[in-house]
């Protein structure tokens, strides 16, 4: 007898699955290779499965000491995965199990879609729709998002679900419970799950065939007798999952939680939902404020999200998201911006909700638009227009959030010679040894009993850096924390390059030895935006690099330096980032660059050329990019000195050189090199566009006012607006004696001030007019602030300066150089309700 063939989307099912699971393995192991997995959560997961194979059940290393898991959360599925590292002890094993989980959902989705989907044309019509439903699950982004964000138990789930429900259509109790089991050890809030099949099952109208049931209204399908098969099941399912929720929650998990973390609950409960503690009463006096973060953009953009990843077409057959509710309403209403993103795991578990609605509100519509409707075209024609906006959405927001190379985002990491010099460091740590080390290096060094994440060092036997990499602790205080350690003699260097160095207790040297700055130079400078700007005939700017993350619009320099002469002690890079109204916005007095406190720029050798790099921020959507060098500023990991020094014009170098494209400010000691606009998700260069009036206004001491920028009358400001931004150009004819003080003062139609600047001249930082060279423009920002309840009309702006030490002003002098009053008028604004 013949066997069976096998059909064509049969074979494209295990395709699609195949290469699932080798490309996001793949993906997986590329980003652990290039330190894109991190102690938290890679470690926290991987260390106590190790460990519970080693003896000690679920521990796992927290700040100095050894705790059980359990005490954060409770997932016994964990315990069998473990074994795999009995074939291979290596933590990438399990980011291919998790893999494998997820590519393994495909399956129950295809069954499910073949046995729900209307007929076209035989049985191969009814396996090509499915197909595209198990396209749709595999693109889902929050699924993949989950499968490249370390491990975690929560993606484990998505397959169990999926077999358990489509057991349960099919009246297969017995493997539907083998399933459900398994789902409710995958975490310990995650049976609340299972309680929502259970209540579907309870609910759901039987077919006259025994299968595949289907929500009808609760009042209308709620059975004349409850003791069917099918009910008993989804009630004692019920019963089941409360129980092991109870159970798990708040007798296993919570008595841990107090006595490791000292809440009065599981950790995130404490932590996430403020607004549901204090009881019935402290409920209700947060209902309002928790339904208003619905109106959140982000929580409705999520929201939107796992809708468009199945084309809308879950709205269809709502009743089926009931299945996921209570993992929906925890993701929605946390005070946890991670769990309403879809960039981590919390939203796998609600992947197979989605799709599984998105089947039967498929299947909805196609009975509608041939039944109900009576649409005039074939079948096949409305099944086809289902499946292309199906698929054509799918795509749509794959390309927008997804982690394949079909999204816009999509990187694969490049590992690097650093990458690889790891191997030669973890090499000379024992297995046994205990260990302090750094977010980055942890997941490839946590298969030990004992590894704590610096600074935290308590009993370590040896401390692995990686300064060049994220520290997720401020780079001065890992650089003081590595000098306390060598201080205290008790660790010593045993190795060092490239910006990695490994300490060993009662062992080594206190010097670092040159390779290890090897992470700060360059053999050769290509700058995406060449810009050259020589300090003192000592240190030349070759230009930089603007790295953008456009997802999350956080920017970082990257600045490439070359010495021309030994550099003085004390000696500081100061790269700032301004408005285009001259006010800072960001500079490395709060955040470091990494590399100059570790290889300071007085050990710079003539001929190196070195990179530094900027800690990643949020610039805002127009910034210019600015640069000084300070001397005298201080050590490298002190906060105050250098952003003092700054403010000082003497303890700036001098530019002595640069390129035409350079602007430079006060007496040539800090030049602006670029103007940025971010237009969407793009930041492209931009003209600096300052666009200045004439004022031509001439005050005593030959200061002439001779430019201006503000709104005017023609242009009317919101009354909402928090602030007036006036931007002044002096010209100076000689040198100015004094150290006057500018006011900008706005007065109401009566005459009143309403706000008022006065302060020395500033554009990013104060240049006092006592410093002024003659001929050389000056340019001044000022911010006033309105008040909130200003009421509409024309304002008028006034401008002159004074000596603060009398309040004297200055007098504004005619052509014939008479004095005619003591402020110069800029023109009105306009302030609108």
């Not at 470690?43 to 359990?70: C, K």
């Not at 105050?640 to 640069?658: E, H, I, M, N, S």
Request: glycine residues 6%; charged residues 15%.
């Amino acid at each position: 007898m013949p066997s069976p063939r096998v059909s064509a989307p049969t074979i494209l099912l295990g395709l699609f699955m195949l290469a699932h699971v080798l490309f996001f393995s793949a993906y997986s192991l590329q980003r652990h290779a290039t330190f894109n997995t991190f102690a938290a959560d890679l470690s926290y997961i991987d260390q106590p499965m190790w460990n519970t194979l080693h003896g000690r059940f679920l521990e796992r290393t927290l700040g100095d000491q050894q705790v059980p898991r359990v005490a954060e959360h409770l997932e016994p599925i964990i315990i069998p995965i473990a074994l795999i590292f009995y074939v291979w002890d290596d933590v990438r094993a399990i980011l291919i199990v998790q893999t494998i989980f997820l590519a393994l959902g495909a399956l129950p989705v295809y069954w499910i879609a073949r046995e729900q989907v209307s007929p076209t044309k035989g049985q191969s019509s009814r396996e090509w729709v499915s197909l595209a439903f198990v396209a749709v699950y595999l693109m889902f982004p929050a699924l993949q998002a989950a499968n490249v964000a370390d491990f975690h138990a929560d993606p484990l789930i998505v397959a169990s679900l999926l077999f358990a429900f489509w057991y349960a259509t099919q009246r297969k109790y017995r493997a539907m419970w083998v399933w459900a089991i398994m789902a409710m050890l995958v975490k310990e809030n995650l049976p609340t799950l299972t309680f929502m099949l259970g209540l579907y099952l309870l609910f759901a109208r039987e077919t006259r065939d025994g299968t595949s049931p289907h929500l009808d209204s609760l009042i209308r399908a709620f059975p004349r007798s409850l003791l069917t098969e099918q009910r008993l099941h989804g009630l004692g399912l019920m019963v089941i999952s409360l129980a092991w929720f109870y159970v798990a929650t708040f007798l296993i998990v919570a008595p841990l939680a107090r006595q490791v973390y000292g809440t009065q609950g599981p950790i995130y409960l404490s932590s996430r939902y403020a607004g549901f503690s204090g009881g019935a009463v402290g409920l209700l006096a947060g209902l309002g404020d928790t339904l208003a973060l619905l109106r959140e953009p982000d929580r409705l953009r999520y929201l939107a999200g796992l809708f468009a990843s199945v084309g809308g077409l879950a709205l269809l057959a709502p009743e089926y998201l009931l299945l996921g509710l209570p993992v929906l309403i925890a993701n929605l209403f946390s005070n946890f911006p991670g769990q309403y993103s879809g960039e981590q795991h919390y939203s796998a578990p609600l992947a197979p909700v989605f799709v599984i609605a998105a089947i039967y509100g498929f299947q909805r519509l196609s009975f509608l638009s041939r039944e109900r409707f009576r649409v005039m075209p074939p079948r096949h024609f409305v099944t086809a227009l289902l499946i292309i906006w199906l698929l054509a959405c799918s795509l749509s927001y794959h390309y927008l959030r997804g982690w394949t190379p079909l999204a816009r985002d999509f990187d694969w990491p490049q590992r690097t010679p650093h990458h690889r010099l790891l191997a030669r460091f973890a090499n000379q740590i024992p297995p046994q040894a205990s260990l302090s080390t750094t977010p980055p290096l942890h997941p490839h060094l946590a298969h030990r009993e004992r590894i704590y994440g610096f600074p935290t060092v308590a009993d370590a036997d040896f401390v692995l850096l990686d300064v060049s990499g994220r520290t997720d602790t401020h780079p001065n205080d890992v650089r003081v924390a590595f000098e306390a350690l060598i201080e205290s003699q008790e660790f010593g260097i045993v190795d060092a390059a490239d910006g990695y160095v490994l300490l060993g207790k009662g062992q080594g040297t206190s010097s670092l030895p040159d390779t290890f700055y090897d992470f700060a130079r360059v053999e050769d400078a290509q700058p995406e935006y060449p810009a050259l700007v020589e300090f003192d005939g000592r240190l030349r700017l070759l230009g930089y690099d603007l790295v953008d993350n456009p997802k999350w619009q956080q920017t970082h320099l990257r600045l490439y330096w070359e010495v021309l002469a030994p550099l003085p002690e004390d000696l500081r890079l100061w790269p700032i980032v301004f408005s285009r109204d001259g006010v800072l916005t960001e500079d490395t007095s709060q955040r470091p660059m990494v590399a100059p406190l570790w290889y300071p720029p007085s050990r710079w050798q003539p001929g190196e050329i070195l990179v530094t790099e900027t800690l990643p921020w949020e610039l805002g959507p127009r910034f210019n990019v600015g640069l000084a060098v300070l001397r005298n500023a201080g050590t490298n990991h002190e906060h105050a000195g250098p952003a003092t020094a700054f403010t000082d014009p003497t303890q700036r170098l001098p530019v002595t050189a640069a390129d035409p494209s350079v602007i430079l400010f006060q007496g040539n000691t800090w030049a602006q090199v670029g103007a940025f606009a971010r237009d969407g998700r793009t930041l492209t260069p931009t003209a600096d566009d300052l666009y200045l009036l004439p004022a031509n206004v001439t005050f005593a001491e030959g200061i002439r006012l001779s430019q201006y920028q503000m709104p005017n009358s023609q242009s009317p400001m919101s009354g909402d607006q928090p602030q007036l931004s006036v931007v002044l150009q002096w010209q100076p004819t000689q040198p100015v004696n004094l150290d006057y003080t500018v006011f900008v003062h706005l007065l109401a139609p009566d005459g009143r001030t309403v706000s008022q600047s006065d302060a020395r001249p500033n554009w990013v930082t104060p240049w006092p007019t006592d410093r002024w060279l003659p001929d050389q423009p000056v340019l001044d920002g000022h911010q006033l602030a309105l008040p909130s309840d200003l009421p509409p009309g024309h304002y008028q702006v006034q401008v002159g300066l004074y000596y603060w030490e009398t309040l004297e002003r200055l007098p504004v002098l005619s052509e014939t150089m008479q004095p005619v009053s003591d402020y110069a008028v800029l023109g009105e604004i306009q302030i609108e309700p």
